[in-house]
């Protein structure tokens, strides 16, 4: 049987270890599209807010322990683009420019939820961040040193949003919160 996990942060890289765990045998592929695996992303927030604190404290386990000691076939790099149920493939692009398929029996999609960027002018400045990744939470930790950010806008008011707003006040930035649906957390 093949296994694929779309997604290889803390959730996708747990449930492609059970996986194996429970059936040795199994192929277990991996595909995540960044560098970064097994990460707690939940964390970020609580990470930020603590200057003395790496990023990286955030990685549960390193890629070499999954591919070399679990048996798992983890792929970074690889952004999944199609999905084809029927024939049971998906299909995408590697950070290299190279094109993708790969057959499954069982498919897991465990990418997360994606922040809402709106398309409209200054959102593309580079003091505009989602929070999503383990790059996206180095690059506002690096912001908020090297620029010595003293106010932030935070668009939205769910977990992570209100998550970031403790973890920035923690760190003495002023935050303001923007609501763009009439409903407090979704």
């Given amino acids: 049987m ?33 560098a970064d695996v097994s990460y707690s992303a939940c964390g970020m927030p609580y990470n930020i807010a603590d200057p003395d604190r790496e990023i990286d404290d955030l990685v549960v386990r390193h890629s070499h322990v999954f591919r070399d000691k679990q048996g798992i076939d983890l792929r970074t790099g690889h952004r999944v683009e199609t999905i084809d149920p029927v024939a049971k493939i998906i299909g995408g692009r590697t950070l290299k420019g190279d094109d993708f398929q790969l057959p499954y029996d069982r498919l897991l999609i465990a990418t997360g939820a994606s922040p809402v960027i709106p398309d409209l002018p200054g959102f593309d400045l580079s003091g505009v961040m989602g929070l999503k990744y383990l790059e996206d939470g180095r690059r506002v930790k690096r912001f908020v040193v090297d620029q010595n950010v003293r106010r932030v806008v935070i668009i939205g008011m769910g977990y992570i949003a209100l998550e970031m707003c403790e973890a920035l006040r923690a760190r003495d930035i002023e935050v303001d919160m923007v609501k763009p649906r009439p409903v407090f957390l979704p």
């Fill in 2 to 34: 093949k296994f694929v996990v779309i997604g290889g942060d803390a959730a996708g890289m747990s449930a492609a270890s059970r996986a194996k765990r429970n059936q040795p045998d199994m192929d277990v592929t991996v595909l995540e599209q960044t």
